[in-house]
C-alpha cells in the first residue's frame, strides 16, 4: 500500500490576443504541471510567442497515491460506506493542505482513524468536520 501525500504542482492560464493564435483556438488555456521543468518550457514558450498576452503561474497541492483500503488495523473498509465510489469520510483542516478522516466501523478497533495522508512531524490538524 502506498501512503498519500501532498505535491507542489504548478497551475499555469495562458492567454491570447485572439483565439486563432492560440494552438487550442481559444483566447485562455489552463493547465497543472508537475515538475519545475514541464512549467518552465511553457514559461519559455509564451514568452517566446508575441501573441500571449499573460502567463501568471502558481503552486498548487495535488493529493497523489492510492486511498486506503485498510484500516491501521488491517480491517477491510466496507464498501457499502462508499458512495458513487468513494469512501465516506470526514476532512480535518491543516496547513500542509489537509487530511481526509477515514473511520473504521469495526468493534473494538484499536486505531479506528487514520488520517490520509499521514499526519507529519510539522502537521496541526484541526478536529475533523
Known amino acids: 500500500?502506498?501512503?498519500?501525500?501532498?505535491e507542489r504542482h504548478w497551475s499555469i492560464t495562458i492567454r491570447w490576443d485572439r483565439a486563432e493564435h492560440s494552438p487550442w483556438r481559444t483566447t485562455k488555456y489552463q493547465t497543472v504541471v508537475a515538475t519545475a521543468a514541464e512549467l518552465r518550457r511553457l514559461v519559455e514558450a509564451a514568452r517566446a510567442d508575441r501573441h500571449v498576452t499573460a502567463f501568471p503561474y502558481e503552486p498548487v497541492r495535488v493529493l497523489v497515491g492510492e486511498e486506503p483500503?485498510?484500516?491501521?488495523a488491517g480491517h477491510v473498509y466496507e464498501h457499502d460506506r462508499r458512495v458513487a465510489g468513494?469512501?465516506?469520510?470526514?476532512?480535518?483542516?491543516c496547513h500542509c493542505g489537509g487530511h481526509t478522516v477515514l473511520v473504521c466501523d469495526q468493534p473494538g478497533c484499536p486505531a479506528p482513524q487514520l488520517y490520509d495522508p499521514p499526519v507529519d512531524i510539522d502537521c496541526e490538524p484541526m478536529g475533523p468536520a
Open 1 to 6: 500500500m502506498s501512503v498519500r501525500r501532498w
Open 69 to 72: 483500503t485498510h484500516c491501521p
Open 86 to 93: 468513494r469512501l465516506l469520510h470526514r476532512w480535518a483542516a
